[in-house]
């Protein structure tokens, strides 16, 4: 499998991730992102948790930016905790 970070992912995933955050009051540097990219059936797992120590929430997809709606779920139900105070 390769692993890559936030900032290989193509720009339309990037900006995605980055509008959900904002939405919900948060900014990407709150969250590590990694990438895990699978073999023949070219399955991906995102693995997203807050850089302040948050488990880490898995997304599978084999489809772009799917995962980011399901991310934004995550973010609606509190998952990830409430955003810090800048």
Same mark, same amino acid.
């Given at each position: 499998?390769?692993?890559?970070?936030?900032?290989?992912? +193509?720009?339309?995933?990037?900006?995605?991730?980055? %509008? %959900?955050?904002?939405?919900?009051?948060?900014?990407?540097?709150?969250?590590? !992102?990694? !990438?895990?990219?699978?073999?023949?059936?070219?399955?991906?797992?995102? @693995? !997203?948790?807050? !850089?302040?120590? @948050?488990?880490?929430?898995?997304? %599978?997809?084999?489809?772009?930016?799917?995962?980011?709606?399901?991310?934004?779920?995550?973010?609606?139900?509190?998952?990830?905790?409430? +955003?810090?105070?800048?």
């Amino acid at each position: 499998m390769v692993m890559k970070r936030y900032h290989e992912l +193509p720009a339309e995933e990037r900006d995605a991730f980055e %509008a %959900a955050c904002a939405r919900h009051g948060f900014v990407a540097e709150d969250f590590e !992102v990694n !990438v895990e990219n699978g073999g023949v059936n070219a399955q991906r797992t995102i @693995s !997203v948790g807050r !850089v302040v120590g @948050s488990e880490f929430e898995r997304y %599978a997809t084999a489809d772009g930016a799917a995962w980011i709606a399901s991310f934004e779920r995550d973010l609606a139900a509190d998952t990830f905790g409430f +955003p810090l105070a800048d």
